[in-house]
């Protein structure tokens, strides 16, 4: 807008330049003249050139806002259709989170207090990790070495055993420890 005032104004003055030529009366005032016409011409191409830039980069920016509309609406549909899958996702999880709390308020009416107690104390003081499998005589969490006895009662998986070094509860699993059967000499 600024650069189409200018033009305006220095149309305006070469107008009036114009009208003026047809006035003066000597040659040295119509050679003044002349001159004053021609620097108001170049001043109109000058600020005309200015005007068509403007318009180019007009024309540039706004074809530059309307792909950057184009992918921002592609984003936000893609955003959108994310958003979908991950309420989906958390709907699903909401519902197995639902399930699994009931199975453990089932679990848990099966065991023994004491037992429970002793888990959940565990829980609370080894960041919810109380229960580890000792294979090979340790202890998988903290490898500490059981002492032989201790071993062989977790072994038998028939009363609750703690680990001396890191106090949780152990397990033992057969299938684990199981060597794995020998190969046949092949023929």
Do not use: W
Not at 49 to 69: G, H, S
């Amino acid at each position: 807008q600024g650069a189409e005032r200018d033009l305006a104004a220095a149309q305006s003055r070469l107008s009036k330049f114009k009208d003026q030529l047809m006035e003066v009366k000597t040659n040295r005032e119509y050679q003044a003249m002349q001159h004053e016409i021609e620097t108001a011409q170049n001043d109109v191409r000058a600020r005309e050139d200015r005007v068509l830039e403007i318009m180019i980069e007009a024309d540039e920016l706004a074809a530059q806002v309307r792909r950057a509309e184009a992918e921002h609406a592609a984003v936000e549909r893609e955003v959108a259709g994310e958003r979908v899958a991950i309420d989906r996702e958390v709907e699903q999880l909401k519902i197995e989170l639902d399930r699994t709390a009931a199975e453990r308020q089932a679990l848990v009416a099966e065991i023994a207090p004491l037992s429970l107690a002793i888990f959940e104390q565990v829980a609370r003081g080894r960041k919810g990790v109380a229960v580890a499998e000792a294979r090979g005589g340790l202890c998988t969490i903290c490898h500490v070495r059981l002492r032989p006895q201790v071993f062989n009662d977790v072994r038998r998986n028939d009363s609750i055993i703690q680990c001396d070094s890191c106090h949780r509860i152990l397990y033992f699993d057969a299938d684990a420890a199981a060597p794995p059967p020998p190969r046949e000499p092949e023929a």
